[in-house]
């Protein structure tokens, strides 16, 4: 029974660490669909996020040397990251909100972009530095540790469960808790609500529709590099793997969908989907190989879209103008 | 001047047709300008971006040998992008090419698997064609399937459909039909495309698909059908076609052409399966659809430029050390010039002028 109970807290420390990515890819791109934009880019964007969130540290880390400081390498990943996501998402706004492009198809422009960047740069800084890019082992434990006292960790069962992940679990647990109360309880998250919903109602109510715009879709798409940088740094312990990070980001896009665009429910959604993901390593039946059980988080995504399509529940919908160009000369 | 708060600096307005030259002076000039922002990115890697464009059109043209290379890498792209267009046009957001391919593939090398040895070499190919059509199609039909009847997002069905069938090639790879170190057995000579002209009939296939797709798309009912619905599906529901079945014939079709284009990558270029032969032709295809304006004949040039893009970026690896996914940013930034060159098509700005300040004075 104990070796079970340990298994299962193994797992679901496990799913934690490959759900927290997860996380924020989806966090990230429901602040993005709250705007009315569809940034099917979130692919592209977490390669990006990967790419530059670890050049950003292993830079860091060959100009300052050994005086390297693990929080300061962890804040550098997070600008590094959220730069490119912003960038990218910049792109997808300009064309789509100023230009008037096809969202889907600039959603899927930017997913080649942004992988074709992310493996170029991830392969350039391996070609630069002759041998392959990674950071210190000293510097790695800030990234993939807890931030917790060993105290407090060894408490039996509930310490790892509760202190064992790493600091940026924590970091999307806030973030998620954020972003909830801005879309709920403050003026400027309602005003985003409204955009999504009806761009023309809230042009007339004097909100700046394009404003809002940019602003969910950059800031949506630099929280989900971030991911992409989590996944690099801890997951694929700091060194470029493209392999890994692959099909990240477009779970990420079904999450949104399984987590009815709350914010809140990314939590639970995104630890689930880790676990999916990670069953057939911690958790091997002998009577699937493992080809066939490496494709369950499809599978369920699948019966999650087949779901959620099924049950037509007025409060569990996307943003009413979802995907949809506003024009105000067209109204 | 108290008009000039309520006039802003630039008004938009829509376009009237514009000459046909003109737009296309729009569009060459942006593929032009992706190609100089490319130059940008070869800079940062320390080359000179007139020399590697040099070394990446030697290595894609610069020779026969090259020339049949850059065209293998051609013909899947250009039959895939066909098999996405009546989709794109109907608004139906196929990205589950990729896996249509592998479905296709799949059931051809079942054929083969079944059947090779015991027929003569053209009933085979003509019997592993139609199981790729047929699994191809059914791969395609599903998600179609769900958002006819209850609408479900159809842009991460068809992309989650790749998954599950490159999982279960990848099982059939690595456990009952493995012949050694997680690769299948190579096919016979009767279960492998002809070469014509030095290069796999697969070009006659595709070319012969780019024909028939144009005279579908343009001339029969069934064309029109879904280039209403494109527009809009109310329009489609009034005049009383069946959106829903329409939808699911389109993507029965959209797969069975990806499946065609699997069966050649797979009888053709590869002679076995493996879990990634689409190897993201079904990705690429997209931009080549999208960059055509889903014109078939437009695919033919698009499919051998992005081919070009492609090898010469491998070519630009061995010999300058650049990644080859320099092929992926550029292919990126040209859709990206090709979208926002839409725009300029389309609209005209007019920027406030004393001229229009004196019109709105005057009224």
């Known amino acids: 029974m104990t070796g079970f109970i340990n298994g299962l807290i193994l ?253 809140l429910s990314t939590i639970w959604g995104s630890i689930l989907f880790g676990a999916l993901m990670i069953m057939y390593l911690r958790f091997p039946l002998p009577f699937i190989p493992t080809d066939i059980y490496k494709i369950l988080p499809y599978v369920v995504t699948i019966a999650v879209l087949i779901l959620t399509s099924l049950r037509n529940n007025k409060d569990k919908q996307p943003p009413a103008s979802l995907g949809l160009p506003y024009f105000r000369e067209e109204r | ?50 020399k590697a464009y040099g070394v990446m059109i030697q290595g894609s043209l610069g020779g026969k040998v090259y020339l049949q290379q850059t065209i293998k890498i051609a013909i899947p792209l250009l039959g895939c992008a066909l098999a996405i267009a009546p989709c794109f046009k109907m608004r139906f957001w196929n990205i589950g090419a990729e896996g249509q391919i592998t479905a296709g593939a799949l059931g051809a090398t079942l054929i083969a698997r079944l059947l090779d040895g015991k027929l003569p070499s053209l009933p085979l190919l003509l019997l592993m064609c139609l199981a790729a059509i047929v699994a191809g199609g059914i791969w395609g039909l599903i998600p179609a399937f769900f958002k006819a009847k209850w609408n479900s997002n159809e842009t991460l069905f068809t992309l989650m459909m790749n998954y599950i069938i490159i999982g279960v090639v ?103 399966l493996a879990s990634n032969i689409a190897n993201g032709v079904g990705f690429t295809a997209i931009t080549v659809a999208w960059l055509s304006q889903l014109n078939p004949f437009a695919m033919i040039v698009i499919s051998m430029m992005l081919a070009i893009l492609t090898k010469g970026a491998d070519t630009l690896q061995t010999q300058m050390n650049v990644p080859a996914s320099l092929s992926n940013i550029i292919i990126g930034l040209l859709l990206f010039c090709m979208l926002g060159c839409e725009f300029f098509i389309n609209f005209k700005m007019i920027f406030r002028s004393r001229k229009t300040e004196k019109e709105v004075d005057a009224k």
């Open chain 2, 170 to 272: 990848g099982w059939l790879q690595n456990g009952p039909w493995e012949a050694r170190q997680g690769r299948m057995a190579q096919f016979s000579k009767d279960a492998t495309l002809p070469k014509v002209l030095g290069i796999h009939c697969g070009w006659i296939i595709v070319l012969v698909l780019v024909l028939l797709m144009f005279f579908y798309m343009r001339y029969t009912k069934q064309g029109f059908e879904i280039a209403v619905i494109g527009d809009s599906k109310n329009t489609a529901s009034y005049a009383g076609m069946k959106v829903g079945y329409v939808m699911m014939r389109t993507m029965f079709l959209s797969g069975a052409i990806c499946g065609i284009t699997g069966f050649i990558i797979l009888s053709g270029a590869n002679g076995t």
């Open chain 1, 11 to 263: 797992l679901i420390v496990a799913a934690i660490s490959y759900g927290t990515p997860l996380m924020f890819g989806t966090l990230g791109e429901i602040l993005t669909e709250k705007s009315g934009n569809l940034n099917l880019g979130v692919e592209g964007i977490m390669f990006m996020g990967g790419a530059f969130g670890l050049g950003g540290v292993f830079y860091y880390e060959k100009l300052v040397g050994e005086n390297a400081n693990g929080v300061v390498a962890i804040l550098v990943a997070i600008l590094a990251a959220f730069i490119a996501g912003a960038f990218a998402s910049l792109i997808f706004s300009f064309l789509t909100t100023t230009l008037r492009a096809n969202q889907n198809v600039t959603g899927l422009a930017l997913s080649i972009f942004g992988t074709g960047v992310g493996q170029f740069t991830g392969e350039l800084m391996r070609v630069k530095a002759g041998g392959y890019v990674t950071i210190s082992n000293g510097l790695k434990v800030f990234f993939s540790n807890t931030p917790f006292p060993k105290a407090l960790t060894d408490i039996p069962y509930v310490g790892q469960l509760l202190f064992g992940h790493s600091v940026f679990f924590y970091l999307g647990l806030l973030l998620a808790i954020g972003m909830h109360l801005y879309l709920n309880k403050t003026r400027s998250g309602m005003f985003l609500k409204a955009v999504g919903e009806n761009p023309a109602t809230a042009d007339a109510a004097g909100i700046n529709v394009a404003r809002n715009k940019y602003a969910a879709t950059i800031i949506g798409g630099g929280i989900s590099a971030i991911g992409g940088m989590i996944y690099i740094t801890s997951i694929a312990s700091c060194v470029w793997n493209h392999e890994g990070l692959a099909g990240v980001g477009w779970l990420a896009v079904a999450l949104v969908i399984f987590c009815l665009w709350r914010p």
């Open chain 2, 1 to 50: 001047m108290k008009h000039e708060a309520n006039t802003p600096l630039i008004r938009l307005a829509k376009r009237d047709a514009m000459s046909g030259g003109a737009i296309w002076a729009i569009r060459v000039g942006s593929i032009v300008l992706s190609l100089l922002i490319g130059c940008l990115v070869i800079l940062i890697t320390g080359n000179n971006p007139f």
